[in-house]
Each structure stands twice: as structure tokens, then as C-alpha cells.
T-cell receptor, first 114, second 114 residues
Framework: GDSVTQMEGPVTLSEEAFLTINCTYT??????LFWYVQYPGEGLQLLLK?????DKGSNKGFEATYRKETTSFHLEKGSVQVSDSAVYFC?????????????FGQGTTLQVKP | DAGVIQSPRHEVTEMGQEVTLRCKPI?????LFWYRQTMMRGLELLIY????????DSGMPEDRFSAKMPNASFSTLKIQPSEPRDSAVYFC????????????FGPGTRLTVL
């Protein structure tokens, strides 16, 4: 079945460092891809998404490009801040059947130190 | 819009007691999802509804768990009897419904079963 694999955390960076969190997927059909972020004590919220191959999603300085050839959707940010410390989840939608159901990766914890 | 509303935000109960978690989705959303999050198992989809009808409950751990959606603006997740291993954060999310659509998460209910 469909699945998402993220790099294991925690990822610890200094402020202003470059961030990459790897995400690869296995899917049938043509899924949409998502990055969600969860700040401490809160629910998940959408960070960015891409709905077709070669689309780039971006928000708050974060970017990810839908790469069909490598089945990847890596999250990047050029300069992280302490306020970016959170858990990041990669997810894909079930393209077959258009169910609206999301398949989530296990989450990657990011810690940014001043 | 107020977003997805969950109640209570925190629940502490004793083993064997019945627990009911409540969710009000965003108006106009056709899909409603119940998730459970723990350190050990991460984020798990328990059940989801489309237009108030349960579509997939394969994630419900056992018969002690049940979920209902009597109308488009209200859903409940019930655990009876509760056990310490049910301690987790339970999230409700809603979505307009297509595979490209974002799921909007509530703030969660932190359940502790003593």
C-alpha cells in the first residue's frame, strides 16, 4: 500500500543553518503531497503542499518540490530560526479513489538552538 | 471560522471508566478523521467519515473504541472501558474531501487513564 518514509530525528541545528528533511513515498495513482508542522502542545497544521509532479510548495521560507522520478518531497529552508523548532510530518493523499485520506510519515523533530 | 473544535482539552480518568471525546468539524467539510498520537506509535488514523458515514474503521484498536457522527457538525469517540494504554493525544481533523485538500486539525484532547 501507499507509504511515506521520513528521515529519523531529532535534527539539531544552530540558528541560521540550512535545513533539509528528507521524505520519500510509495504510491499508486497520482497523490498530492503535504508537509505538516506540529508545534509543542498543538495540533498539526499545513505548512505547504504540492498537487502534481514538479510543483513546488512554499510557505514561511520553507520549500519542497514534488519529484516523481525520485518519489521524493524533501523539505528545505535556507535559514532556520529558533521558532521553527517543531515536529514536521510528510504526508500523501490516497490518489486512488479520491478518499481524502492522508498517509503520514513518522515525523521528524527539529530543534534549533540560538 | 473557529476551526475544528475538540472537547475536553484534557481528560484524566481511572481505568475502567467510560470516556467520550467530542469534535465539531469546520462547517461545510465532508470528511472527518479521528487520530491518536503517542510517543511509541506516532500518529495513527483510527477512523474516518464521509458525509457522516464511517468509511474506514480499520485503525480502531479494538471493540472498546467506537465512533459516531450523528450529524454534519458533531462526532464522538468513545472508549469503554478505558485502560492505561489508551493514554494519548486524540486529534480530530476535517477536510473538504478531495485528495488535494488540506486536513484541518483540532487542538487535540490529552487523555490520561490512571
Amino acid at each position: 500500500g501507499d507509504s511515506v518514509t521520513q528521515m529519523e530525528g531529532p535534527v539539531t541545528l544552530s540558528e541560521e543553518a540550512f535545513l533539509t528533511i528528507n521524505c520519500t513515498y510509495t504510491a499508486t495513482g497520482y497523490p498530492s503531497l503535504f508537509w505538516y508542522v506540529q508545534y509543542p502542545g498543538e495540533g498539526l497544521q499545513l505548512l505547504l503542499k504540492a498537487t502534481k509532479a514538479d510543483d513546488k510548495g512554499s510557505n514561511k521560507g520553507f520549500e519542497a518540490t514534488y519529484r516523481k522520478e525520485t518519489t521524493s518531497f524533501h523539505l528545505e529552508k535556507g535559514s532556520v530560526q529558533v521558532s521553527d523548532s517543531a515536529v514536521y510530518f510528510c504526508a500523501l493523499s490516497e490518489g486512488v479513489g479520491n478518499t481524502g485520506k492522508l498517509i503520514f510519515g513518522q515525523g521528524t523533530t527539529l530543534q534549533v538552538k540560538p | 471560522d473557529a476551526g475544528v473544535i475538540q472537547s475536553p482539552r484534557h481528560e484524566v480518568t481511572e481505568m475502567g471508566q467510560e470516556v467520550t471525546l467530542r469534535c465539531k468539524p469546520i462547517s461545510g467539510h465532508d470528511y472527518l478523521f479521528w487520530y491518536r498520537q503517542t510517543m511509541m506509535r506516532g500518529l495513527e488514523l483510527l477512523i474516518y467519515f464521509n458525509n457522516n458515514v464511517p468509511i474506514d474503521d480499520s485503525g480502531m484498536p479494538e471493540d472498546r473504541f467506537s465512533a459516531k457522527m450523528p450529524n454534519a457538525s458533531f462526532s464522538t469517540l468513545k472508549i469503554q472501558p478505558s485502560e492505561p494504554r489508551d493514554s494519548a493525544v486524540y486529534f480530530c481533523a476535517s477536510s473538504p474531501g478531495t485528495s488535494a485538500d488540506t486536513q484541518y486539525f483540532g487542538p487535540g484532547t490529552r487523555l490520561t487513564v490512571l
